[in-house]
């Protein structure tokens, strides 16, 4: 069975650094495109970033590039999302979902086949 499971959310103060983990169990994430999502309170779900495993590309919303930065460790089958300087904005439920068919283009859109759980991540001082 497909799993996905994020960890390491948590209240954090403006200004501070979190790093989520997205860790795949029942399938191996080469050739997958991996995203982050976020929903907020009385919000839509909003894609965050995403990374292509074929070839390491790249993605981000245009509001966290150059705070937020999207990694993989094959070996250990899982995805990486370094936040830095997190804004109240930020705050949010963070998904992470794989798919093998999706270009990482448009991967930020969100229509992708697996979904983990999601992990809070608040901001506030």
């Known amino acids: 069975q497909e799993q996905l499971v994020e960890s390491g959310g948590g209240l954090v103060q403006p200004g501070g650094s979190l790093r989520l983990s997205c860790a795949a169990s029942?399938?191996?994430?080469?050739?997958?495109?991996i995203g982050w999502f976020r929903q907020a309170p009385g919000k839509e779900r909003e894609g965050v970033s995403c990374?292509?495993?074929?070839?390491?590309?790249?993605y981000y919303k245009d509001s966290v590039k150059g705070r937020f930065t999207i990694s993989m460790d094959n070996a250990k089958n899982t995805v990486y999302l370094q936040m830095n300087s997190l804004k109240p904005e930020d705050t949010a439920v963070y998904y992470c979902?794989?798919?093998?068919?999706?270009?990482?283009?448009?991967?930020?859109?969100?229509?992708?086949?697996?979904w983990g759980q999601g992990t809070l991540v608040t901001v506030s001082s």
């Open positions: 979902a794989a798919d093998l068919y999706v270009l990482g283009s448009s991967c930020l859109r969100g229509y992708l086949d697996v």
């Open positions: 029942g399938f191996t994430l080469n050739y997958y495109v």
């Open positions: 990374i292509n495993s074929s070839d390491g590309s790249t």
